[in-house]
């Protein structure tokens, strides 16, 4: 589904966080928010999500998010959060369907449990381990198949790289550069520079609550990141890898 944000702003206790934010983001597409701490990246995708009030509009595939209840969003929007403390007794299994609640009424369909073991599989997640003895990559799979139980249009993941190594860090963003070109809109936010740019469809560049730049990785320029971060940065091509290296 396509997202589109028109001057979207963001109030929090007195503080404006998100100021006159506007961007689309096109289905199918593996869209990356950067931006130093504190410049809104996680609000933003907290809006997207309907978790906080707001002034401008939303679109979810042309209809205004004011308008969509909670439960019908829920089996649109899938969200990873960036916080995972699974310390929870349950298993894989039993933790992923709980994906399933938008759609549950009664019973547990055999539908259902076809949708969790197929996400589970697809994610190569261990079914029957309990969640909090998993590593941090397992446990994000996790969490990303949980979302996927929903059975979403639209997946929002909150920097999903930033406690794995590298080695779990390119696991999951190939997993979810598969998932755009299967036709689902990924919107995430991001620390690691490097990753946005080698995976990300396009990237929205943000400081202060605002957008100071959307374009596809290619078109980054040190200029636009010394603006975003404040540090002066090449942006070289190794081996057709972008890297971003600081000038110290």
């Not at 979302?147 to 999951?172: G, N, R, Y």
Request: include cysteine.
């Amino acid at each position: 589904m396509k997202v589109e944000v028109k001057s979207l702003k963001v109030d929090l206790d007195g503080v404006l966080i998100l100021k006159d934010v506007s961007l689309k983001v096109n289905k199918g597409e593996f869209f990356g928010i950067v931006g130093k701490n504190g410049s809104g990246k996680t609000t933003l995708l907290r809006a997207l999500a309907k978790f906080y009030p707001k002034e401008g509009l939303i679109y979810i595939d042309g209809k205004e998010i004011g308008e969509i209840s909670l439960d019908e969003l829920a089996k649109i929007v899938g969200v990873v959060p960036q916080e995972f403390e699974l310390n929870v007794n349950f298993t894989v299994e039993q933790f992923v369907a709980l994906g399933r609640i938008p759609y549950i009424r009664i019973f547990e369909s055999k539908m259902d449990r076809d949708v969790v073991n197929r996400v589970i599989e697809s994610l190569k997640c261990p079914k029957k381990r309990i969640v909090r003895t998993l590593s941090g990559g397992e446990k994000q799979r996790v969490l990303i198949a949980k979302a996927l139980a929903q059975e979403p249009k639209v997946l929002l993941l909150d920097e999903p790289t930033s406690h794995l190594d590298i080695k779990h860090q390119i696991e999951i963003v190939r997993i979810l550069k598969s998932l755009a070109k299967m036709g689902l809109t990924v919107i995430a936010t991001f620390h690691d520079l490097n990753l946005a740019l080698n995976f990300c469809d396009r990237i929205a560049i943000m400081k202060d609550g605002r957008i100071l730049k959307v374009c596809k990785p290619e078109e980054v320029d040190s200029d636009v990141l010394k603006e975003a971060f404040d540090v002066e940065v090449e942006v070289a091509n190794l081996n057709g890898w972008k890297v971003v290296i600081p000038k110290v």
